[in-house]
């Protein structure tokens, strides 16, 4: 077996492992006959380990290679004339070391989570959702074509929006998984607008037609007309998942969710799925100046808005959410100036340090009475704030903006609710013209 | 008959024959009588029975050098038996159709009439689909709607949604009759067609619009889900005998795609748009099924006015994936309401405790409707994207945001109808074997196309060629038969 072979198997061994714990707890489900909690969690973290561990030896043979990437060519999903869907996935300095952390850091939650969540009606379906999240993620990191990372981003959305979702019986929880699923789905639409640039451009949606993929010093391959549009669409894509104004309000209630997907999703995975489909297209970024400036500009509102906001928050789950807002921002940011290894390492270590206080954050109070009880008494003030250096007026307002969250969703819900009125005055006409057509004075007979 | 290749008919027409016969023959085992007790198994029986054979017929069909079934005269373009990929790939999918709908349907309702009536409808829509011969057409047009129309009259507190489906279906057959009449006289097939072959075009247009549920002449597609039984509303609708007719008549004409077929493609687009945020607002599972069930097939009719094979191709993979999608979440919601009564999506109802396994897959078919990756519909979601985007830049944005508000739309019923505190008091409710049966081969269905899609894919391309007649004629086939 050649090491290219050798790497093409551990590729797969990486997608394939989580998705194989996903139908071997799915099916059963779906049949009426789920495992039990033990079977449930060991399958799962069977999945992930194998992920991971064939990611680790994947890395050692990178290492070895100086990191050249290798392209791995599964098969052709599905052809029709000119347009080619591929499932392409490449093996480089960027995608490995992601899925070593990210297909880690499934597994200790996944570890995390089997105690955590012992006896809860959910059980089985949120080891389902973090194995869908998983693959979609591996899909996603993986991808050497646009298709590729659809499929993973639309698996990641949406099994983030049904964990914000999981305690199903509280009214906050569904209406917060529904703003964040709308929240993705329209940002969606930037790379479902990209995917069919890039087929209309180069025939198929392979990024090693796009540019080179020698990360992170890969080369445009089209014009910059076409690097400016696919990368203005990719940031637009990248600014639902990342939380960016004005698309931020969603994460924060987010964190209605079980902790443990809380942690794995809006303190490290999901939130920085959007920096790493822009890190992957550095190569288009690059020719795209518009489309940098863009990021810098929302990255750094967005920063400011999260910094701001977060410290006004008065439950522990908020702060950390605009913490990990901020980062995210500051992340986007450090793009769009063109850097490439500082945000992939700040990815990295925020993740981590964000997952552990997220899921810590359960016991913040025993942790906080710890704390103080080794230092002998309170820690002390934090520091120095640069706001507290404004005027006295200055500081309430900046206080009374951060209190309404930076008026963000009072805008959005101004621009969304004149569309619904003048749809639901739609729907009202569509009934009353139902009646008068068939005879009835009311909204018409109705029976299951 | 002759296969119009020469070829032994044995090999395809008695497949296509059983198909048919099937139902007929389960209706005639129901009308007798004998059967009473088991008239649930006589219906799954027979649309069973024809949904292997219209299998069987695809792979005959496959297995012919033409992949083309002609037989009887050539008349104004048409044949009475014409038997193309499309009409082929249409049979098994109405059929099971047909089959899961037997099969979820609960027992109150499973009567010799109801299961006599399913049975006849479900024969005279195969029918349709195995023939090009415009009279043939009109008369199917008339034969489909009547067990719709009789079912629903009969249905307790149904009398308003019979009459809006019979005044909307009075009009679309007028204008059958009227177009197809000036086609047959006029066919603007030809190049020497003048002013009627025209007006029969948009004629035509018009009635394949309201059988459509186009807008302006959608009305009746939300009244038939909201008052009619759940399967009488998707055995009307599912099937798509309008977009079948529009593909037999309106495509592949002489001069490249008809104005009309412009005009049909542009009012569906709006269909497909508006039906997705009308299905935002509505205060009814059935309001939201009937909205969405209108916004996807509306997008077949957009695929169908392309010049591109990869547009129909798009086109014909939305039919199939947005016609079980939809199925299943009908029929999920028909079980949930036949245990539970009517669901308003005003609030939240919390039936996720009470019934979690139609939870599931509700929540399964709806991301399977809005093209989760990994279902037939992402496939053809990315078909009709690319395929429109190509052709027209706007129609691709439209279509973009018809299926991001359908998504939107299919998220919010989910935790609409299964989110919420739920009543303490209320039992709980498991799903039948019979049920889970239907459901599961449903969706086994949709993900097996979608992870697998290249055969169906492949398949519809070479059906799409054919409509298009980009293919090279096989011998003796004439050009302008089929259409």
Redesign the interface.
């Known amino acids: 077996m050649t090491g290219h072979d050798l790497i093409q198997s551990l590729v797969v061994i990486q997608l394939a492992a989580p998705a194989a714990a996903l139908v071997a707890i799915g099916v059963p489900?779906?049949?009426?006959r789920p495992l039990g909690e033990r079977a449930t969690a060991h399958v799962v973290g069977a999945g992930f380990a194998a992920g991971f561990l064939a990611a680790i030896a994947t890395l050692a043979m990178l290492v070895g290679r100086g990191f050249q990437p290798e392209i791995v060519h599964l098969a052709?999903?599905?052809?029709?004339?000119h347009?080619e869907?591929t499932i392409h996935l490449v093996a480089d300095a960027l995608s490995v070391p992601y899925v070593c952390f990210s297909t880690g850091l499934c597994w200790l939650v996944n570890a995390f989570a089997g105690k955590y969540l012992h006896r809860e009606p959910g059980f089985t379906r949120f080891f389902i959702l973090l194995a869908l999240f998983g693959t979609?993620m591996n899909?996603m990191v993986l991808a050497d074509s646009i298709?590729v990372l659809?499929?993973?981003w639309?698996?990641v959305g949406?099994s983030s929006?049904?964990l914000i979702?999981f305690f199903?019986?509280?009214?906050n929880?569904?209406?917060a998984?529904?703003r964040a699923?709308?929240t993705y789905?329209?940002c969606?639409?930037g790379i479902?607008?990209a995917?069919?640039v890039i087929?209309?451009t180069v025939g198929s949606g392979d990024f090693e037609r796009l540019f080179g993929t020698n990360w992170p010093a890969g080369t445009c391959l089209v014009s910059a007309g076409t690097a400016t549009a696919v990368s203005l669409l990719l940031v637009f894509a990248s600014l639902g998942k990342t939380a960016q104004v004005p698309f931020s309000n969603w994460l924060p209630r987010a964190m209605e969710g079980p902790t443990p997907s809380s942690a794995i999703f809006y303190g490290a995975l999901s939130i920085h799925a959007g920096a790493y489909v822009l890190l992957r297209c550095e190569a288009l970024l690059e020719n795209a100046p518009v489309a940098r400036l863009l990021l810098v500009l929302i990255g750094g509102a967005s920063a400011v808005h999260g910094a701001l906001v977060g410290r006004v928050q008065t439950d522990l789950k908020s702060v950390l959410a605009y913490a990990s807002m901020t980062q995210a921002s500051l992340i986007l940011v450090e793009i769009g100036l063109g850097w490439r290894v500082i945000p992939l390492m700040h990815v990295v270590g925020h993740a981590i340090v964000r997952s552990l206080q997220i899921l810590r954050s359960p016991s913040a109070l025993h942790d906080r009475h710890e704390l103080e009880a080794a230092l002998g008494g309170h820690p002390g003030p934090s520091g120095l704030w640069p706001v507290s250096l404004l005027p006295a007026p200055w500081q309430h307002a900046v206080y009374r903006i951060a209190l309404e969250r930076g008026y963000e969703e009072m805008v959005i819900a101004r621009l969304v609710s004149t569309p619904?009125r003048l749809?639901?005055r739609?729907?009202v006409a569509?009934r009353r013209?139902?009646?008068w057509?068939?005879?009835?004075s009311g909204d018409?007979?109705?029976?299951? | 008959m002759n296969t119009g290749l020469g070829e032994p008919v044995a090999m395809i027409a008695p497949w296509v024959a059983i198909t048919v016969a099937a139902p007929l023959v389960g209706a005639l085992v129901a009308a007798t009588g004998r059967a009473a007790g088991r008239l649930r198994a006589v219906a799954v029986v027979s649309s069973g029975v024809s949904t292997l054979a219209g299998a069987m017929t695809i792979a005959a069909l496959e297995a012919s050098a033409g992949g083309l079934l002609t037989w009887g005269p050539a008349f104004e373009g048409g044949r009475l038996l014409y038997v193309d990929r499309l009409g082929a790939a249409l049979l098994p999918y109405t059929a099971l159709v047909s089959t899961a709908i037997a099969l979820v349907a609960p027992q109150r309702i499973v009567d010799t009439d109801s299961v006599r009536r399913m049975l006849v409808g479900l024969a005279a829509t195969l029918a349709v689909f195995v023939t090009s011969h415009p009279l043939a057409l009109v008369v199917l047009w008339i034969v489909t709607a009547q067990p719709t129309w009789r079912s629903t009259r009969v249905?307790?507190?149904?009398?308003?949604?019979?009459?809006?489906f019979a005044?909307y279906m009075s009009a679309a057959l007028a204008c059958m009759v009227a177009g197809t009449a000036l086609l047959v006289v006029d066919p603007p097939w030809q190049r020497t067609s003048g002013a009627l072959g025209t007006a029969g075009g948009w004629f035509v247009a018009v009635a394949v619009m309201i059988r459509k549920g186009i807008v302006p002449f959608h009305?009746w597609y939300?009244?038939l889900f909201?008052?009619a039984?759940?399967s009488t509303a998707l055995r009307a609708t599912q099937p798509q005998v309008a977009a079948y007719t529009a593909v037999r008549l309106l495509v592949g004409h002489a001069d490249g795609v008809g104005p009309e077929l412009v005009a049909l493609s542009c009012f569906a687009l709006a269909t497909a748009v508006y039906g997705a945020?009308?299905a935002?607002?509505?205060?009814?599972l059935?309001?939201f099924i009937g909205a969405l069930a209108m916004s996807q097939s509306a997008l077949v009719l957009v695929g169908l006015s392309g010049t591109?094979?990869?547009e129909l191709?798009g086109a014909f993979c939305v039919w199939i994936s947005s016609g079980l999608a939809i199925t299943g979440i009908g029929l999920v919601s028909?079980a949930l309401?036949?245990r539970a009564?009517?669901i308003s999506l005003e609030t939240?109802q919390?039936r996720?405790?009470d019934a979690p396994?139609l939870a599931?897959?509700f929540?399964?078919f709806g991301?399977a409707a809005i093209?989760?990756?990994?279902t037939l519909s992402?496939?053809a979601g990315?078909?009709i994207?690319?395929?429109s985007?190509?052709d027209h830049l706007a129609a691709?944005?439209l279509v973009?945001?018809s299926?991001?508000l359908c998504?939107?739309a299919v998220?919010?019923c989910w935790?609409q109808v299964?989110?919420?505190?739920?009543a303490t008091d209320s039992p709980r409710h498991?799903?039948l074997p019979r049920e889970?049966v239907a459901l599961?081969v449903l969706?086994a269905a949709l993900f097996a196309f979608g992870i697998w899609?290249?055969p169906l894919?492949?398949f519809f391309?070479r059906a799409a060629e054919q409509v298009l007649g980009v293919s090279p004629s096989p011998p003796g086939f004439e050009p302008d038969s089929g259409r």
């Open positions: 489900a779906l049949l009426g052709t999903w599905f052809e029709v004339g347009h869907a979609g899909l298709d659809f499929a993973g639309e698996c949406i929006a049904l979702g199903h019986e509280r009214g929880a569904v209406r998984a529904l699923f709308t789905r329209i969606d639409v479902l607008l995917s069919v087929h209309r619904l749809l639901e739609a729907a569509e013209w139902i009646a057509l068939g005879g009835e018409g007979g109705r029976r299951s | 249905t307790p507190g149904a009398g308003g949604a019979a009459r809006v005044i009305s939300p009244a909201s008052g039984l759940m945020a009308l935002l607002v509505q205060r009814t059935r309001g591109l094979p990869m191709n028909w309401e036949s009564g009517a939240l919390g996720f405790q396994a599931g897959l929540l399964l991301m093209g989760l990756p990994g992402f496939v990315d078909l994207v690319s395929g985007l190509d691709g944005v973009i945001a299926t991001v998504g939107i998220m919010r935790f299964f989110g919420g505190p739920s498991g799903i889970r599961t969706l899609p290249g894919v492949r391309g």
